[in-house]
């Protein structure tokens, strides 16, 4: 386990979670805002958890978010850094049955929180499809900042970011 909250707890996904990743991203408003198409099967959700680098690259990568009381896995969150831009990136997902309860915000918070003062990273951006006002509130909730909008896939969308206290 990496992280704890007071409803839920965060750990490294495995491809003991194939089925989970594979369902997430079958339903078309789960992925709409993401850029990301669906697995073809579970295989390839297997296949993709199995070659999940970011944790022995970075030491940071998604988490399996769990609730506690009764060990439902809800989705992912976390911090994953992306190497075409140089930084370090907030991102999640959940079971639609799991949205506007707080989880993401409940995560997304937790995990900010580990990035700036755990590993000690000085920024860490936040970006999303400007159609997609949930995942925008979820980043100002957690005290992200408007950097820019910019086009992602051809979409209008935003950057969001957040600075840690660095002594440098």
């Known amino acids: 386990m990496i992280l704890q909250t007071e409803r839920l707890m965060l750990r490294e996904l495995t491809v003991d979670d194939a089925a989970h990743f594979y369902n997430l991203n079958t339903d078309p408003l789960v992925i709409k805002y993401t850029g990301d ?5 579970i295989g390839h959700a297997y296949s993709f958890l199995k070659q999940y680098e970011q944790y022995k690259k970075y030491g940071y990568g998604r988490w399996a978010v769990i609730r ?36 993401a915000t409940e995560a997304a ?19 999303a499809m400007k159609e997609n006002p949930a995942s925008i509130r979820v980043f100002e909730k957690i005290g992200m900042s408007y950097v820019e909008d ?4 051809g979409a209008p969308a935003v950057l969001y ?8």
């Open 150 to 153: 910019f086009i992602y896939e």
């Open 37 to 41: 198409p669906p697995f073809d099967n």
């Open 109 to 127: 918070k937790a995990s900010l929180e580990y990035g700036l003062n755990k590993l000690n990273l000085k920024t860490i951006v936040g970006r």
């Open 161 to 168: 970011n957040i600075k840690g206290s660095s002594k440098e």
């Open 68 to 103: 506690k009381e009764d060990k439902e896995w809800l989705g992912w969150c976390g911090l994953k850094y992306e190497k075409e831009y140089k930084e370090t990136d907030i991102g999640y997902r959940f079971y639609r049955k799991y949205w506007n309860k707080g989880y």
